[in-house]
């Protein structure tokens, strides 16, 4: 992932003790992926980009005001003892929101 801004992501890595085939299909196979992360969290129900056997990236919508929406990148491969390493990116795709308290701009005084 280099020559990407780094500043609007959050990354994860996990050591799990399961074999890469096993996690792909946990993260990559609709029927399983809706149990720990439901169509309804997802901006569409297919990957953004996918990799097969290597990663995957799914886009996120929030669901409230102003639904916002996310990158979550999700790779693996295989550990030195049989198990996975799970790599989770998650990037806000709009890293220049405004705040909510900030009144969006200077305010005249009157006299």
């Known amino acids: 992932m280099s020559g990407v801004d780094k500043s609007n992501q959050l990354v994860q ?7 890469l085939e096993k996690v792909w299909r946990a993260i990559s196979i609709a ?31 929030d669901d409230a005001p ?9 790779l693996v491969k295989p550990d030195e003892v ?3 390493l799970l790599t989770i990116v998650h990037r806000i795709n709009d ?6 308290n900030d009144e969006h ?5 009157a006299a």
């Open 82 to 84: 049989g198990g996975t």
């Open 13 to 19: 890595e996990y050591r799990l003790d399961a074999p």
């Open 95 to 100: 890293p220049h929101l405004l705040a909510a």
């Open 66 to 74: 102003p639904y916002l929406e996310s990158d979550v990148t999700f």
């Open 31 to 61: 029927e399983y992926r809706e149990v720990w992360l439901p169509n309804a969290a997802l901006a569409d129900g297919q990957p953004v980009a996918c990799e097969p056997g290597k990663s995957i990236r799914y886009r996120l919508r």
């Open 105 to 109: 701009g200077p305010l005249m005084l």
